[in-house]
């Protein structure tokens, strides 16, 4: 029997067409699968950039000023910013208690230095003696005798403490509280005499200015908050003319007390603090 020699195989032309048709088609799937991926990316880091443009960026807090404040001026920031009542509305509620009384003095607690001395806390008051409330001091030293509590300021309510003359220097002492500007205590003075009380109605008789002309005065020299009016003798004039001495707490928390004369609006001195 004759053999044939075995042929090597080979492929068709039609074989190698198709063979040539499958690979561009599994390098066209490839580069379309690439494409995708890529435009995905291109799309997520889009959406990202777009997200991070209209959310806005989460920052970390700056340290308190708070700290490079003197510790007088912490003391005025903490009772100024827990005080709701003005100066003007305190004062007409203090001289609303007094029938025909006039406005002497009006100081917010625990801004003042010597406050802060006697009373380390902005509800208690100047001086060791008991009052209605039962623990904190009358702001003149004596016993209440007149008038009874009609509020409560709380363990740290900072208090407005006005000194309201009758026409004859009879002097009230009212206490608001500096949050609700309800008033705690409304009573007359105790320890004054004659003499004090002269004193009183003829600083009251020179001064034709008022004391919210007087804080206007100063609040226009320097912008702030009004935390204390008092009618006095100017310095240097025992006897002699009358001045409204107005604090006034900038928002440097540093307090500057100006005299204004109390019959012509005239600043007469300033000073500021330093602490």
Known sequence: ???EPRRKDRLSPRSR??????AA????????????????????TSAATEAAKVL?????????????????????????DATE?????????????????????????????????????PAGSPTGSPSPTGGTASPTGSPATTGS??????ADAPVWVAEVAEKDGTVHTVRINAVDGKVIEARVDADQDAEDKKQTADRLA????????????ATEKKKGTVTS???????????GSVVWSVDVVGSDWKKTTFDVDAKNDTIVREETDSD
């Open 1 to 3: 029997m004759r053999l």
């Open 17 to 22: 067409n198709l063979r040539a048709t499958g």
């Open 25 to 44: 088609a599994c390098l066209a799937a490839a580069a379309l699968l690439l494409t995708a991926c890529g435009q995905s990316s291109d799309s997520a």
């Open 56 to 80: 806005p960026q989460k920052t970390t807090a700056s340290p308190s000023a708070t700290a490079d404040l003197t510790e007088d001026q912490q003391e005025r920031k903490k009772v100024l």
């Open 85 to 121: 009542v003005t100066f003007d509305d305190a004062a007409t509620t203090a001289v609303g208690e007094v029938a025909g009384g006039k406005l002497v003095d009006l100081d917010l607690e625990g801004v003042d230095d010597d406050d802060r001395d006697e009373s380390p806390s």
């Open 149 to 154: 509590p009609t509020a409560s300021p709380g």
């Open 206 to 217: 020179q001064a034709t200015q008022t004391p919210e002309q007087a804080a206007k005065v």
């Open 229 to 239: 009016v008092s009618l006095d003798e100017a310095d240097g004039n025992d006897g």
